[in-house]
């Protein structure tokens, strides 16, 4: 099996994207083009009427955003390098500094591991997008409570950073955008706890009930980040949402080693994610007095979709959709350089995809692949590896076993897994999948990244109405011999 996989890498000239590919990989080493172009849907390239002046309802309005990486980690190179990118788009759009709050971890720019000290790319011939984004929250200080804070205008409960939070007005709009890893009805942090649907759209309701806005887009990229948002966003917030993926599928990473376009050949990582470079090349080759919302939905959703069944998502839209005819300058603002562009975007591969919940053991297998054989740093690369793709299997087999212990043997797994009907929130009691999440952790250890995947199966556990007792009971029975520090929410806090 493991030389079949290996001919298809060596006949496609790229890496098998799914993990059981790259977990083979892993084990034997343990053992031993053209750029595709599409014309977007706007005005025909030769118009070179005098961009409009300010309407009306431009006249009045401050532009606010808040970008938010959600991971830390070179391996997750990709999510910064995105939001630095949104930052760059943004302040040439005319947005001040001083509206635009920046949640970024700030561990890439001078990585060791970082090829170009200083400077991060989104794209394989991209310029620094790093220089001048502000570091308003960042470390310890990219969680969940100062988002919130920061989103509602709550000062007093901000922790460290800037203190810059989202003063906006009743006339003012609001653009969030999103990057990272996510599950069913959360979305990751750096720092533990992780973003919870319920909480979010808690939040979005406050500041709606606030009067300080006048209409908000939000744009999410991560896994199952539809599940966000279905069933339980409202549509009378004037909020108007764009997901990366459904409820039920993952996002992908794209500008990877080994695919086409790759990055540069010193990067061993991904450089950004399909729906995030989709919507941002979108607006840097768009007039943006021109494109409305709808169009850049349409356009990022052929882009981001699936050519050949294996890779790419479906993007979504949720909330309030009436104002999706509205132009994207009174949000995203207006770079006077677009006003006579041709309208013609490079493609990416979606071939060359990579699903966002094996990116970080693609970039530990290409650095162990670039480092001297035999030397200590390849020796330490290899038991990472190993010991991420054991937490992995445990994760996978505890939580298989969980079911089976609930449910019965045989009906147990298919229960976990089965998504809920279209229109349905992911689950109804939030606390309780929190419940669930760290009853899981406390004997079975952090979920961590990867884990997220397992979301639904916490979800399902409360929507079947397993008690806690019997959550503890069932986690014991599958994890009571497992001991590991490194994986201890303990050291890494829970993810609820």
């Avoid at 043997?409 to 606390?431: C, I, M, N, T, Y």
Wanted: aromatic fraction near 10%; glycine fraction near 8%.
């Amino acid at each position: 099996m493991h030389t079949h996989l290996f001919s298809r890498v060596a006949m496609a000239h790229r890496w098998v994207c799914g993990l059981l590919s790259l977990l083979a990989v892993a084990a034997a080493a343990a053992e031993g083009s053209a750029e595709p172009l599409i014309r977007l849907p706007t005005q025909d390239e030769h118009d070179a009427a005098p961009t409009p002046a300010p309407s009306a309802a431009e006249e009045g309005i401050t532009r606010w955003a808040v970008l938010v990486a959600g991971s830390s980690g070179y391996e997750n190179y990709r999510h910064q390098a995105d939001v630095c990118h949104a930052y760059q788009i943004l302040k040439r759009g005319g947005l001040k500094e001083e509206n635009i709050v920046v949640f970024m971890y700030d561990d890439i720019a001078q990585n060791p591991q970082n090829p170009r000290l200083g400077v991060i790319i989104n794209h394989p011939k991209g310029k620094d997008v790093y220089a001048g984004v502000p570091k308003d929250y960042t470390g310890d200080q990219v969680t969940t409570k100062n988002f919130f804070a920061v989103l509602t205008s709550n000062k007093t409960t901000v922790t460290g950073g800037s203190r810059k939070v989202i003063n906006s007005k009743p006339n003012d709009h609001i653009f969030i955008y999103y990057a990272d890893h996510g599950g069913a009805g959360s979305l990751g942090m750096p720092n533990n706890p992780w973003l919870y649907a319920g909480d979010f759209i808690k939040v979005l309701r406050e500041k709606h009930a606030s009067t300080s806005y006048s209409k908000m887009v939000i744009y999410v990229e991560a896994c199952e980040s539809g599940s966000m948002f279905e069933g339980i966003m409202p549509q009378d917030l004037n909020i108007y949402v764009s997901t990366a993926a459904n409820a039920v599928e993952s996002s992908w990473g794209t500008y990877c080693p080994g695919w086409n376009p790759p990055p540069p050949h010193e990067y061993l990582t991904c450089l950004g994610d399909v729906y995030s470079v989709s919507w941002m090349e979108d607006s840097e080759t768009h007039n943006l007095k021109k494109e409305a919302i709808k169009d850049q939905y349409e356009a990022v959703k052929k882009r981001t979709s699936s050519s050949n069944n294996l890779t790419g998502s479906h993007v979504m839209e949720y909330g309030d959709k009436t104002f999706k005819d509205e132009k994207l300058f009174l949000y995203q603002g207006f770079d006077p350089a677009n006003v006579n562009n041709t309208n013609r975007l490079p493609l990416p591969s979606l071939e060359g995809a990579i699903n966002q919940r094996d990116a970080d053991i693609l970039f530990m297998w290409k650095r162990y692949e670039q480092l001297d054989g035999g030397s200590e740093e390849k020796l330490r690369v290899l038991k990472k590896i190993k010991e991420t793709v054991a937490h992995r299997k445990h994760l996978d087999s505890s939580i298989n076993f969980i079911g089976k212990l609930v449910f019965g043997f045989e009906k147990g797994p298919s229960v976990l897994e089965a998504p809920r009907s279209s229109g349905q929130p992911v689950v109804h009691d939030w606390d309780c999948l929190k419940r669930m999440v760290r009853v899981f952790e406390s004997h079975c250890g952090s979920l961590t990244q990867y884990g997220m995947k397992h979301m639904r199966a916490f979800a399902n556990l409360c929507n079947n109405g397993v008690s806690e007792a019997e959550m503890k009971e069932a986690s014991v029975g599958a994890c009571g011999g497992y001991i590991s520090a490194k994986w201890s929410p303990l050291v890494l806090g829970h993810s609820a």
